[in-house]
């Protein structure tokens, strides 16, 4: 006769009975929730947004605060423009690197220039000079011709023996301040100075405007004292 196994215990019976009905409950409540998982992100427009990352919230910050100083990068005019009173002349260059003058030390390359004439003796001052009043119109003619790197001039003082002129830039609104002085007395001198409101340094802006200033005063018969 076949041997048999024995019966099981009832309570074995009963914990595989219950073990299959906790394992049938899981997988049916796991198929309920998906659903519910799946209509719950159907009903939201975007998933949550994260939070911006350190780096980004300040580069965020640096463009804004960039933007909002636009329209202050005109600066402000310095109080000491003009002719000086103590020693008659325009007024010297600060230690930046954004500022040309006619008063500063010849030996001081990085912002000496040197002064024009509009009488030179080998040139028109032999044979056909003017007056001061007519190198000043041709001045002002020369400076509203050109926009020397497309800055914009605008001539805010016009005085017998002294303009001042402020050049604009086309983007952010940088100005600088150009004067030009005819000394009294009969040399055919004009002196000059520009100069950068803000910054330290131009990349040659200043210098090169005088430079284009005179090439095209030249062709009316202007000249430098010495080389530039």
Known sequence: MASMSPPLPAACCRYRHRSRLAGANRRSSSRASLPRIVLSLDQDDEPTPQPLPRREIILRSSELAVVGAIFQFSGKKPEYLGVQKSTPGLALCP???????????????????????????????????????????????????????????????????????EYESPILGFVDDVEFWFPPGKDSIVEYRSASRMGNFDFDINRKRIKALRLELEKKGWASQDTF
């Open 95 to 165: 230690a930046t690197k954004n500022c040309v003058s006619t008063s500063e030390n010849i030996a001081d390359l990085n912002h000496y220039a040197p002064p024009w004439n509009y009488n030179p003796e080998g040139g028109r001052g032999r044979k056909n000079p003017v007056s001061r009043d007519v190198a000043r119109e041709e001045l002002i003619e020369v400076i509203k011709s050109l926009k020397p790197d497309k800055f914009t001039p605008r001539i805010v003082e016009n005085k017998d023996d002294y303009l001042r002129v």
